[in-house]
């Protein structure tokens, strides 16, 4: 689903990389979690992934589509919700979300059944015509996960996708995630919170200073020890 070879990134003149030679896979039907400390390249990898950033060097693929060859083609496979849920103030929920149906050219009896499923499931089908701007955090979180899922990409690129979340809507959030790869789709999310990660990943990358540093499963993480923590291991790993 995602083919990343040889990808760096470096945002000045010093040489330093935000993402040093990154190579890995992301394979359809498994939920992958992306770790690492802040600044460790997390967000400029996911950036890069969906095609806001443009690598120094090196490719990433998405379902076969060159990102950077063939956008277009590309990002139609892709549900992205970023770390900070910026989002237009001046308009309302259901707006938005037409607006986003446009851009992905969902067709309208489908559309309205997807919004109609997101807006209860999240409890805004009431907000759904006040302006984005009188929402919460959390309701304007929501709002951008609707809209990121409503052309039912094959792949969802979540950055802290449960930040400001409560936690019934973070639940079913995590279940909206198992139930899409079990169909044979993907998701590549980043998390702070471990514990999430541990039980919820089929596999595991962590990135500290650009370079990623371990990757596998938890099995694989933990090298035998089938008692140690992904907390733990994530420790050992970033302090060394």
């Not at 040889?6 to 993402?19: D, E, L, Q, T």
């Not at 460790?40 to 060159?66: H, Q, R, W, Y």
């Not at 590309?74 to 992205?80: L, M, V, W």
């Not at 037409?98 to 209860?120: A, T």
Request: proline fraction near 5%; aromatic fraction near 8%.
């Amino acid at each position: 689903m995602i083919n990343i070879k040889g990808v760096s990134k470096s945002y000045n003149k010093s040489g330093i990389k935000a993402v040093d030679n990154l190579n890995f896979h992301v394979r359809p039907g498994e939920i992958f979690g992306f770790l690492g400390p802040n600044g460790a390249g997390k967000t400029t990898t996911i950036k890069m992934i969906v095609g806001l950033l443009n690598p120094d060097e090196g490719s990433i693929t998405i379902k076969g589509f060159d990102n950077q060859k063939q956008p277009i083609e590309a990002k139609r496979n892709i549900g992205y919700v970023p770390d900070n849920p910026e989002v237009y103030d001046r308009i309302t929920g259901i707006e938005y979300l037409n607006f986003l149906g446009d851009v992905y050219q969902v067709p309208p009896d489908i559309r309205k059944e997807r919004i109609r499923y997101f807006l209860e499931m999240f409890d805004l089908t009431d907000a759904a015509s006040d302006l984005i701007k009188s929402y919460s955090h959390g309701m304007k979180q929501k709002i951008i996960i609707t809209g990121a899922l409503l052309h039912d990409p094959a792949l969802w690129v979540l950055d802290e996708p449960m930040v400001g979340l409560d936690p019934k809507s973070s639940h079913l959030l995590k279940e909206l995630m198992r139930k899409h790869c079990e169909k044979g789709n993907t998701v590549f999310f980043s998390t702070h919170i471990l514990e999430v990660a541990e039980k919820l990943c089929d596999r595991i990358g962590i990135i500290h200073k650009g370079k990623l540093i371990a990757i596998g499963t938890m099995e694989e993480l933990r090298k035998g020890d089938n008692i140690e923590s992904l907390e733990n291991i994530f420790l050992e790993l970033t302090e060394q």
